[in-house]
């Protein structure tokens, strides 16, 4: 029997009353980190034109986990995921001739999260996110009777957005598996 996967965003917003200074710092740290070796990634793509993320993955990789070794791995693997994504959108938009600019920047302040970088507990509605040298934070977030929809279905990818705020939003991939109406007896 064919099965489809159709994909459903859920969003939240991470409550930060009872976060301490301490795992918030960690969270602020990897936005900042995120967001320098996205635009380096990108200057990297534009310079030598590489619009794949595996060229740029093998191009840099390597010189990015020396220079950052206590940021987990997979967050320097969804910055190159990122930074292919962005430059190969603004080569489309500049032949279009919608874009004035000579290069793009990475100004959002947003992280790609690969499954392996956050986990979900459905049943207390807590995230915990991979920080520096293998550890986690844990984040209540704040949901409605609408979530609860999403508390069976697959895991897929997440962002975690910081508003100019200071707001904390989680958007996360929720993949439910069907069969499409034509196989069901």
Not at 2 to 19: G, M, N, S
Request: with cysteine.
């Amino acid at each position: 029997m064919p099965v489809e996967e159709i994909k459903f965003t859920a969003r939240f917003k991470v409550d930060l009353t009872d976060v301490d200074e301490a795992a918030i710092s960690k969270i602020y740290r990897i936005f900042e980190e995120y967001q320098r070796i996205v635009n380096e990634l990108i200057e990297y793509a534009h310079s030598y034109r590489v619009t794949s993320f595996i060229s740029l993955h093998h191009a840099k990789y390597r010189e990015l986990r020396q220079k950052y070794p206590t940021l987990p791995s997979q967050y320097i693997q969804c910055a190159c995921r990122h930074a292919a994504s962005i430059y190969e959108s603004f080569i489309e938009v500049k032949k279009l001739g919608r874009c004035e600019r000579e290069r793009p920047v990475f100004g959002r302040r947003t992280i790609w999260l690969g499954n392996k970088l956050f986990k979900l507990d459905a049943e207390n509605w807590r995230a915990s996110i991979a920080v520096h040298g293998g550890g986690w934070v844990t984040l209540r977030l704040l949901h409605g009777r609408y979530h609860e929809q999403f508390k069976n279905m697959k895991l897929g990818e997440a962002r975690l957005v910081l508003k100019d705020d200071n707001n904390l939003y989680l958007p996360i991939c929720m993949l439910l598996s069907v069969r499409p109406l034509c196989c069901r007896k």
